[in-house]
């Protein structure tokens, strides 16, 4: 009885909560026309208006000058129509408001092409505006699917030419009102990244190629260590020590293993810099690595129980890798903390290349913590990463 009780209480409280959020909200009439443009290189959009330490949960990512129709407004938000039962949210410091736009009857598509080159497969869809999208990965069989939003189908042919190397083939269908899906369908069980954008109101998806030689001495591997600088990450409980040195620590022999593999290896910091989580991002969309590795340790508030290595991945396609390098990182006697999906990192956030990010341990517990203090421990800790990686590679190349 106590339990339906505080059941009732909870569940009283929780709908008065969502009260309070929905009166703060300030919709914008039905017939508002205000519309405004994402800007920079790091737009996004969200599902809701929910924050933790990482942020709101993200849709992902758009291009610059994308338009958006505000319909809402809660705090430094806008709300936006996606689709009539569709919207999403973004920062309003992402976007310039646009009062020149003239609004046709519908947007529409036209016939498109799909075509390859030594590196990239490139699908080209014509649209008569910017319009919004968000893209995920499937798997079994592999495909990435794109929506774009407020578009309505008016492609009559796609022409697929037979230069692509990673494309098996491409299909369309409008599933809603102002939703058209696009499929694309891979030829390899792993997908190695795509990149969504516009060229003048032409959507391109660049699909990259699985590399030729499955090897480490013919990949270029990205190494983030985390935080740096002022940005200290987290404390050891007993010695104080920093994770940010902790990390360019594994990150520094972790890129002494590699090269001595023959992979090229590009890093965030070789020091202790700071550089914020969006420049890393932007930095490394310019540099194209075929992979990436976030360095990190771990934190609890409970000091007693809570210990173990972990890694993280947010997009699904990218889940094999991550499995990988945690299998190798239990070889250690490590506890296992886990294998979390959907992590919403800035450094996992990248759909251009495969990531994961590796959480140690924990120097919040003693256990931990006295290990990640031993440079031999840091040292192995960065050989099984490497040995991870190469599980993969391994993995990839059975799946072909």
Do not use: C
């Amino acid at each position: 009885m106590i339990r339906l009780i505080h059941l009732f209480v909870f569940v009283i409280i929780s709908f008065s909560l969502v009260a309070q959020i929905r009166d703060t909200i300030t919709p914008f009439p039905k017939d508002s026309l205000v519309y405004v443009r994402t800007k920079g290189p790091m737009a996004y959009l969200n599902y809701g208006i929910g924050e933790d330490r990482l942020g709101g949960a993200k849709m992902g990512y758009v291009d610059s000058l994308v338009l958006l129709k505000v319909i809402g407004k809660y705090k430094d938000l806008y709300q936006v129509r996606l689709t009539e039962t569709l919207s999403a949210w973004i920062p309003q410091n992402l976007t310039k408001r646009d009062t020149l736009v003239k609004i046709p009857v519908q947007y529409l598509t036209t016939s498109w092409r799909v075509w390859g080159d030594e590196r990239y497969d490139y699908i080209s869809i014509p649209l008569t505006e910017r319009l919004p999208y968000r893209s995920w990965q499937e798997i079994s069989p592999s495909k990435i699917v794109v929506d774009i939003f407020g578009a309505t189908a008016n492609t009559n042919w796609v022409t697929q030419l037979r230069s692509t190397k990673e494309i098996k083939h491409v299909d369309y269908e409008q599933i809603a009102n102002e939703q058209f899906r696009v499929t694309i369908y891979l030829q390899h069980r792993q997908h190695w990244g795509y990149a969504i954008g516009y060229e003048g109101r032409r959507l391109v998806v660049r699909v990259s190629h699985q590399p030729e030689k499955l090897k480490l001495n013919s990949l270029t591997i990205a190494i983030d260590a985390g935080h740096g600088g002022t940005n200290l990450g987290a404390v050891g409980l007993r010695s104080k020590q920093l994770e940010k040195d902790l990390n360019l620590s594994i990150a520094l022999h972790l890129k002494r293993e590699l090269e001595r593999k023959g992979a090229t290896v590009l890093m965030t910091r070789t020091a202790d810099t700071l550089i914020n989580n969006s420049d890393r991002v932007v930095n490394f969309r310019k540099l194209k690595p075929d992979l990436l590795i976030s360095i990190h340790n771990n934190a609890a508030s409970d000091t007693l129980k809570t210990r173990g290595t972990s890694t993280y991945y947010k997009h699904l396609g990218y889940r094999p890798l991550s499995q990988a390098v945690l299998e190798r990182l239990l070889e250690m006697g490590l506890n296992e903390y886990g294998n979390v999906g959907r992590f919403n990192f800035a450094l996992n956030s990248p759909i251009e290349y495969p990531n994961v990010l590796v959480e140690g341990a924990f120097m919040s517990h003693p256990a931990d913590e006295a290990l990640l203090l031993q440079d031999d421990f840091r040292k192995k800790m960065a050989k099984q990463i490497r040995k991870g990686v190469n599980d993969w590679l391994k993995q990839v190349k059975k799946s072909k």
